[in-house]
Nanobody, 124 residues
């Protein structure tokens, strides 16, 4: 059973930056593709970014391309989401997810494990 713990959320002004971290335990991290999702109040969960097992492939939702970067450190069992040029519409609870699948999938149901989430609030 894989456990995922997110950290790094907080309150930031528009235009600022945050780096989210997700530490994994209980499994072989290098065998997991990883993703970040977010859910804003009153909205459905949304795919944000994903990275495959060896970091060769990354995928992003269009609204964060050029601003967010997903990366992973397999030696530290950790995946990161660097968020720059933050906007108020980025405000959400951000969730880390892991899949035993090979691909950096954008589909939530294809992820096997989820973290508890970390709140990101961007003020205008």
């Amino acid at each position: 059973q894989v456990q995922l713990v997110e950290s790094g959320g907080g309150l930031v002004q528009a235009g600022g930056s945050l780096r989210l971290s997700c530490a994994a335990s209980g499994g072989t991290f290098s065998r997991l593709a990883m993703g970040w999702f977010r859910q804003a109040p009153g909205k459905e969960r949304e795919f944000v970014a994903a990275v495959n097992r060896n970091s060769e492939i990354t995928r992003y939702v269009d609204s964060v391309k050029g601003r967010f970067t997903i990366s992973r450190d397999n030696a530290k069992n950790t995946v990161y989401l660097q968020m720059n040029s933050l906007k108020p519409e980025d405000t959400a609870v951000y969730y880390c997810a892991a899949t035993l699948g090979v691909w950096a999938t954008t589909l939530g149901p294809e992820y096997d494990y989820w973290g508890q989430g970390t709140q990101v609030t961007v003020s205008s």
